[in-house]
């Protein structure tokens, strides 16, 4: 069995949706899937928009933003489905669903006050509404599906807004539930994101949810591999906004994907993966527009891995605009212990997450985003020594298996910069990452340059040759 998770972009219009759907059927022929679809592209960011608007008591603003919610899921039945029986049938359901949307608006702006839990609610919609619509077109086009709602399996605790599964609890729902459908040869759609209390109260995972509960559901059935489709042929060498010749990366450890995500690439975020790196089970990142592209497998397998590591050269170059530099420089650091723990708990009191740190036995040097800091920090940080701060920086990172042990690869980082100023050099404990801190102007010509000598050969041919999944 195998878990496909279709992102917003890849369910947001019913073209999108057929798409999906061929996709799916193409899986039914090797086995039975479960599928776990994300709200359709911007819904769930109406939807928020409709909670604040309630919240505030912009009665008519969120009424509206409501219509356009159930508009845009009753146009997506008048195009998929031509069914008549069927499409009254699922008319009813959205507008059900839509009136449902309604009372929860009319309910907070009588209260006055939107709280954790309604906002949960308000999310909720956009996936019960996207599923409803893609199991009916389905069901038409004459496949065996099952609709589950999500709550009735993914059973968390009540941090409403980030809930966590309870997870022998999920698990147990899952093998009850879901496993008897799929193997009987039920194609299963239902929904990421969204869970639900012991007692019933809708709660979500978070922004990245979806991805999480793909991979919670595909660790829970073991699975051979979770899908995730989206919009690009899986993660890529570099930005293609900043790289036209970026490249698709066929092949990455958990790791790999774990620190791009962290460097500010648009990789999975490492949580909503863990639980597959817990059982090893391969995470596909493919394009549903183009389902025929290899994609990405991140994968720890070694088998997999086998001579796919490119003589430990870089995998990826991810980049964190919008960055500044923080200069501490102080006499007081020679020999004094303590002093980095006193500097960190200055950070942590304000909660300012750093990204990158290079030290000298005089100073400090690290970066932070750019609107993360106050000058109540930089006031506090003074008492350690002189503060310089340096605005309009971006951060970038070289990630590859054991850079630090690969031979001649720091020469060819630092040749290909050889025209950039660099700001800061760090290379921390982390064996596959090189890092920097360039201006922002000059992140293009950076990259660029970094892509060339990695990826290209003299003539600008992709290096890789991958084989197919």
């Known amino acids: 069995m195998a878990v496909m998770k279709f992102g917003g972009t890849s369910v947001g219009t019913s073209r999108a949706m057929q798409q999906a759907i061929s996709i799916v059927a193409r899986e039914e ?30 009665l008519d603003e969120a009424m509206a933003l409501a219509a356009e919610v159930r508009a845009f899921h009753l146009n997506l039945v008048d195009d998929l489905i031509s069914g008549l029986e069927l499409k009254a049938e699922l008319t009813v359901t959205i507008e059900q669903l839509a009136n449902r949307l309604e009372l929860l608006i009319k309910g907070v702006d009588i209260v006055g006050e939107l709280t954790e839990r309604s906002k949960d609610m308000f999310c909720s919609f956009g996936e019960l509404l996207s599923t409803t619509v893609f ?51 039920t194609t299963v759609i239902t929904q990421g ?16 949810g979806s991805d999480f509960s793909a991979a919670l559901l595909g660790a829970w059935l073991n699975d051979n591999a979770i899908e995730i489709w989206t919009d690009v042929d899986g993660v890529m060498t570099c930005d293609p906004r900043l790289v036209p010749d970026a490249r698709s990366i066929r092949v990455m450890t958990f790791s790999e994907a774990a620190e791009l995500a962290y460097l500010g690439a648009k990789v999975l975020h490492p949580d909503t993966i863990a639980p597959a790196v817990q059982k090893n089970i391969p995470v596909y990142v493919l394009n549903s527009i183009c389902p025929d592209a290899k994609g990405t497998i991140i994968t720890n397998d070694p088998e997999r891995l086998s001579g796919m590591s490119y003589e430990g050269l870089v995998k990826s170059i991810a980049v964190k605009k919008s960055q500044c530099i923080i200069n501490i420089r102080s006499n007081r650091m020679m020999g004094r212990h303590g002093f980095m723990n006193q500097l960190f708990d200055v950070f942590a009191r304000y909660s300012v997450s750093v990204e990158m740190i290079s030290t000298s036995e005089v100073s400090v040097s ?29 951060t970038i990172s070289v990630v590859g ?69």
């Open 29 to 58: 022929k090797k086995q039975t899937p479960l599928v776990v679809l994300s709200a359709c592209s911007g819904i769930t960011n109406k939807l928020v928009h409709i909670a604040d608007a309630a919240g505030r008591s912009a």
């Open 135 to 185: 199991a009916a077109a389905m069901k038409e086009r004459g496949h065996n599906v099952a609709w589950i709602d999500v709550r009735t399996v993914m059973i968390t605790d009540d941090n409403f807004g980030f809930a966590r599964p309870l997870d022998e609890v999920c698990e147990a729902n899952v093998r009850q539930i879901i496993k008897p459908l799929l193997d009987a040869g």
């Open 193 to 208: 994101y969204i869970g639900a209390t012991k007692d019933g109260r809708t709660t979500t995972l978070g922004r990245g």
């Open 366 to 394: 690290l970066t932070v985003d750019d609107k993360s800091f106050s000058n109540e920090l930089i006031q506090d940080l003074k008492q350690f020594g002189d503060v310089e701060i340096e605005h309009n920086v971006a």
């Open 401 to 469: 298996d054991n850079l630090r042990m690969s031979r001649g690869v720091a020469g060819r980082i630092f040749s290909a910069l050889k025209d950039v100023n660099l700001r800061m050099i760090s290379q921390g404990a982390s064996e596959i990452n090189v890092g920097f801190v360039v201006e922002e102007p000059e992140v293009a010509t950076a990259v660029n340059n970094l892509h060339k000598e990695f990826f290209c050969t003299p003539e600008n041919h992709c290096i890789f040759e991958m084989p197919a999944k």
